[in-house]
């Protein structure tokens, strides 16, 4: 298995950075969320997650997608 990334190699640019930057503000935001309602990734189950939809627009809906893919994989919340 190779360690090697298979993204490509270069700068990154400006569009991808501002987008991978609302990513993290939008999983922070998600996070905080969570902690006000006393829940844990762990914890959350789907009408939690319904919950925090429903209130939020669609653009930061999007956002918000490989924060909870990435966790889901990662075994941090339910899949």
């Keep these: 298995m190779s360690t090697q990334s298979t993204a490509p190699r270069g700068p990154v640019s400006r569009t991808t950075r501002n987008d991978l930057g609302q990513q993290v503000l939008r999983a922070g935001d998600f996070l905080d969320w969570a902690r006000q309602q006393t829940l844990t990734l762990a914890a959350l189950r789907q009408n939690d997650l319904d919950r925090w ?17 990435w966790a889901a994989r990662a075994g941090h919340m339910p899949g």
């Design 53 to 69: 939809l429903v209130d939020h627009r669609p653009h930061k809906r999007q956002l918000l997608k490989p924060f909870l893919a």
